[in-house]
Every structure is written in structure tokens, then in C-alpha cells.
């Protein structure tokens, strides 16, 4: 069994609902289950693939307002992300390896970019003094 997928602090954004938005997308990557057994895995995998999708327009409307210099380059990475979670996720799960291969993918691209990409837009409000 995968060990729980949760989050810590230091993935706060200093936004309180950018901040839920994030605590839901950990919330669906635990969802997905570590057996084939437990669950409609293409459901979890949708309701992921279709909250990510609207977490990263209303992440990319808040950044417009505040006129991030690195919108641009940050929507290239939410781009990618999807494609990625589109491309994994679409081979399908023949096999629990799969299932647990694509949940720590899911994990770890969610962590990596909130720490490296997110957090520079959290340095851009900090610096600028901005009121978002």
C-alpha cells in the first residue's frame, strides 16, 4: 500500500484559495487507489485530470490580475502538466505497477510544481508588496 498523500505547509501558497484548491488536488492523488480492485480508477482519474484543469485557468486569472511577469512561461508548465497527465493516465492501468507508477507521477508533479513553479509567483507578490 502507497503511503498517504498529504499536505505539509510548506506547499501554502499564501493564498487561502489557491491554498484549497491545492489541498483538493492532494486529496484526489490519495484518492487514487493503489489497487486495481478498489474503485472506478478512470473516474478518479477524470475527476483529477478535470479539477486540474480548472485550478490552473483560475491559477492563471489570478496571475493576469496581478500582472506576473512569468505568466506566459507558468502556463507552458500547466500545459505540459496536463499533457502529461493526459499521456499517463491514458495508457491505461493494466496492472497495480501502473496504477501506483501513475499515482507517484501524480504526487510528485503536483509537489514539484507547487514548490518551484508556484512559489516563484509567491516571491513576485512578496517583493512587489502586492495585495492579491
Known sequence: ?????????????????????????????????????????NAIVMKLFKYTREHFTNEERILAAINYPKLAEHKVHHINLISQLTDYGGQGFSDEKALNDFREFAFNWITDHILQEDHQYVRYVKENDLDW
Open 1 to 41: 500500500m502507497s503511503p498517504k498523500i498529504e499536505w505539509i505547509p510548506a506547499y501554502t501558497v499564501g493564498r487561502e484559495d489557491l491554498d484549497r484548491q491545492h489541498k483538493v488536488l492532494f486529496q484526489l492523488v490519495d484518492d487514487i487507489p493503489t489497487s486495481l480492485e478498489h474503485g472506478d480508477v
